[in-house]
């Protein structure tokens, strides 16, 4: 079974400049999640969807960030425009549904740098 | 607000060797705790999951305490080996199955 597939695995830009980030979930996943990684500390929750509902978003900075999950599966997050702080890893996760025993499996993440 | 605390935040320990990795949490209003492991470039691997209920897990040579009444939970590595050096996560499960985490220990196993 193939798990969480995120693409680019890596991105350079520079600031001020739009950048996307996808994510496809296991098959069958009702529940992805968004989440950034700053070096040398833990995942961050960006935003979480039920299907194609944000269902908690209250920590995505939605002046410069958006996401969408249309039709529940696929999902795009955004940044635009891209500022230095905003080098990090973009993780996404998925799991079953959003119950506290349902697993999250969680991809490869891309690397942003901005320069 | 939940927050997450990893103590040591790097450790180095000769192939072996028995260790433990401490987490502490704020707030003892969790569902689950568990241990994840990230390789670098890579994603997470969740290790152990401990129920609330529960007081510890068991994988191979590695166990996972927790007291929740104390904020606390500790990753026992038994006979560590080169292909256990990783960074280790430990997160707590709130509403809405939202993770916290630490902020990680990065283990290197030496020959």
């Known amino acids: 079974e193939a798990g969480v597939v995120q693409s680019p695995r890596y991105k350079i830009i520079e600031k001020k400049q739009p950048v996307a980030f996808w994510c496809n979930p296991i098959?069958?996943?009702?529940?992805l999640y968004w989440y950034l990684q700053n070096l040398g500390q833990g995942p961050e929750l960006l935003i979480r969807?039920?299907?194609?509902?944000?269902?908690?978003d209250s920590q995505l900075p939605k002046d410069r960030f958006s996401a969408e999950r249309l039709k529940g599966v696929d999902s795009t997050l955004k940044i635009q425009p891209a500022e230095l702080g905003d080098s990090a890893v973009y993780l996404c996760?998925?799991?079953?549904?959003?119950?506290?025993?349902?697993?999250?499996?969680f991809g490869p993440g891309t690397r942003l740098t901005v320069l | 607000k939940q927050e997450v605390t990893q103590i040591p935040a790097a450790l180095s320990v000769p192939e072996g060797e028995n260790l433990v990795l401490n987490c502490s949490f704020t707030d003892s209003a969790i569902y689950n705790l568990q241990w994840f492991r990230q390789d670098p470039g890579k994603g997470l691997t969740s290790l152990l999951l401990i129920q609330s209920s529960q007081r510890e897990q068991t994988s191979g040579r590695l166990n996972a305490s927790l007291d929740k009444s104390s904020g606390r939970s500790t990753l026992y590595i038994a006979a560590s080996q080169p292909g256990d050096s990783a960074t280790y996560l430990c997160?707590?499960?709130?509403?809405?199955?939202?993770?916290?985490f630490g902020t990680g220990t990065q283990l290197k196993v030496e020959l």
């Open positions: 996760a998925s799991s079953a549904r959003a119950g506290a025993s349902d697993t999250q499996y």
């Open positions: 098959s069958g996943h009702n529940t």
């Open positions: 969807y039920e299907n194609e509902e944000a269902v908690d």
């Open positions: 997160a707590v499960t709130g509403g809405g199955n939202k993770l916290t």
